[in-house]
């Protein structure tokens, strides 16, 4: 079950030669992803051969294989994790039950619902990072960002499989819809905020592979415990896939961090613009961003929908099966931070409604142990800096916190004084100007832009010399 079959048009290990009808509804789908990826993909790269890696077997052990690939050529295909024999449902109201192979019938629009944000998400991401490979610092990084690319493509591929095998006609309407709305479109955006904004700048790509990939780790880790078994195990393989996304975020970051630590050392100041470097104060203001508009991914800290997802079985906790309670949740309690006369402070609800705010804490924990590493890096050069997460009540636009205004160490401030110093916290027009100037094309093999440190190691065993992108 596990081999991918390559010899057929869409590279799959779901027998799809076996359902002529839903082969034929994804055949027609096809061209009009390699439409969408021709019109909205990576800018001026269809003729690039790319060194990628590929799936050829989705088991832990070697499912992947390198070579050197045009990206149109890319074999985007439907690839899920092996069945667990004898699998149950873990947590929710139907606890302990076998597995559904088919959509329970009372829960479809929110499964549907669920696919679809997750699967919205994905092409948004490639439209976000667009033009990113005519600015790219090293030959080995743009071969990063297009690695990251075709699998968020792969990532929308699995998600439109799932609409299509088991939604109908819906599903099928659904998948379209998938190519039509684009990320920052005034008339038809896609779903989440934060898939809306442009990622302009190798800084922005890297903290949007460490901050927004990470919520697609927790999400899809969630998602992966649903009782509905294909998407679980859909979910499940993307996981393989995610954590080289993460990987690109905390080196990339890391590296930028190593470079501006470097700079400062060697020039006795923190003002390294003028020796350019990114001065690690801006890196900071990019975390601020961020961090904040990737915290409204998780939802409000009080949700029914979170709460529904859960006791239908459709969607479960970080590690649902490694957490000892009774994973009904009915008499448990959870604290969320809550707005009472001017402070945050924390309050108990229902455990059940409280999901995502779990959920956005587990986020949090790890994002934090990623600027740990980074500051080790400052710590290492002798310079004097130290880099934070802000309060998780600063720039929020969703949930408690949304109405209010709050500084980076969470204390209430009027809206004036928010709008005052909003671009000392986050990036300016200014510092976006700076840090895109400094971001001139770096493609020839070895060498590497002045404001990021090169890698520690090449890939699959390759120089950091290594040609990863022939470009023609
Ligand atoms: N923006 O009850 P609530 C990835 C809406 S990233 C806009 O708290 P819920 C990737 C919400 O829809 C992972 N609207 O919501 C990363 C609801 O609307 P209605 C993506 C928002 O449903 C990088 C209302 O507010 N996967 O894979 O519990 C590159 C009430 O909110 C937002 C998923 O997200 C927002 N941020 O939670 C490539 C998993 N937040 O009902 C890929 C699937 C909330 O009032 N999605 N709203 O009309 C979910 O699990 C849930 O939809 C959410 C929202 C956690 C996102
Ligand atoms: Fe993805
Ligand atoms: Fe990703």
Redesign the pocket.
Known sequence: MSTIDYSEKIPNNVNLSEDRRLQRALEKWQPAFLGWWDQMGPEGSSNHEVFLRTAIDVSAKGWAHFDMVKMPDYRWGIFLADKEEDRKIGFGNHKGQDVWQEVPGEYRSELR???V??G???P???E?QRYLGLSCPSNYDLRSLFQ?NVE?GR?LWAMVYLLHAYFGRDGREEAEEMLLRHSGDVDKPR?????NVPTEDWLSFFM??FF?????????T??AESGFDPLSRSCRF?LTE?AH?MFVGESGVGRVVERSAQLSAEHDTLEIGRHGGIPLAMIQKWINFHFSICL???????????AN?YSMGL?GRYNENKIEDDHLLNNDGFLVPDLQNGKVIMSEISALTA??ER?RNDYRDDCQKGVDRWNRIIEKANVDFKLTLPHIAFNR???TFQDSNFDLEGNLISAEEFAANKDTWMPNSKDREFVKSLMQRVVEPGKIAGWIAPPSRGIQGKDIEYEYVILH
């Open positions: 619902r669920l696919i944000t997750q919205d998400t994905e948004a991401s490639v976000q990251v968020e990532h779903i989440l905020e934060a898939f949007f592979t927004q990939d990470r919520d697609g780790k927790f999400q899809l969630s998602l993307m995610e996304h409204d991914l998780f939802g409000q800290e009080k949700s029914t929908n979170a997802f969607k999901i995502n959920l636009n969703i949930g």
